[in-house]
């Protein structure tokens, strides 16, 4: 039930990451929003960048969820197509204990990109967190569709299945 599920899914969301980063270093530049952003594929760091989204994972990097909410809004008001968006978007809600809103954010992630790994993964320990352990199971075996050979998401989803399962016992 980590960040970095989010955080590593892809070297362009790395990239845009470190932007992220410099841009607020001290002497770094600043970067304006960005175009673009169109995140089907579901990947934040796309060729154009997406700095409010950037700046939504940046703040959920330092559990700075109320912020990161706001910069996640700021990407799906200006791109309601953006999976990154709404899975971050989702994340912060959760993170917020607002379970009811992040059910509804992470749908709309996966209506845009239905084997969006981030989405799925925290949409299934999200349904952990609600008791709804055979719904989590769906959101893993769709990852193993999505990524055959294993991934970070699907390793991160398993464990937290694993580990209500031990707690149930």
């Known amino acids: 039930m980590t960040l970095h599920g989010l955080r590593a899914r892809t070297p362009a969301l790395a990239l845009a990451l470190a932007l992220a980063a410099f841009a607020v270093a001290p002497g770094g530049p600043a970067l304006g929003a960005a175009g673009g952003g169109t995140a089907a594929s579901g990947d934040a760091g796309d060729a154009n960048g997406n700095a409010d989204v950037a700046a939504g994972l940046a703040a959920l990097e330092q559990e700075r969820?109320?912020?990161?909410?706001?910069?996640?809004?700021?990407?799906?008001?200006?791109?309601?197509?953006?999976?990154?968006?709404?899975?971050?978007?989702?994340?912060?809600?959760?993170?917020?204990?607002?379970?009811?809103?992040?059910?509804?954010?992470?749908?709309?992630?996966?209506?845009?990109?239905?084997?969006?790994?981030?989405?799925?993964?925290?949409?299934?320990?999200?349904?952990?967190?609600t008791g709804r352990a055979g719904k989590a199971e769906e959101r893993a075996a769709i990852l193993r569709r999505a990524c055959p050979e294993g991934c970070e998401e699907l390793r991160e989803l398993e464990e937290a299945i694993a580990a209500a399962r031990a707690k149930e016992e």
């Open 65 to 129: 969820h109320d912020d990161a909410l706001a910069a996640f809004r700021r990407a799906t008001a200006a791109d309601p197509m953006n999976a990154d968006a709404w899975s971050g978007t989702g994340f912060a809600l959760r993170k917020l204990g607002r379970f009811e809103a992040a059910f509804e954010a992470y749908g709309r992630a996966l209506a845009i990109a239905p084997e969006h790994l981030g989405a799925n993964e925290y949409l299934g320990e999200l349904y952990l967190l």
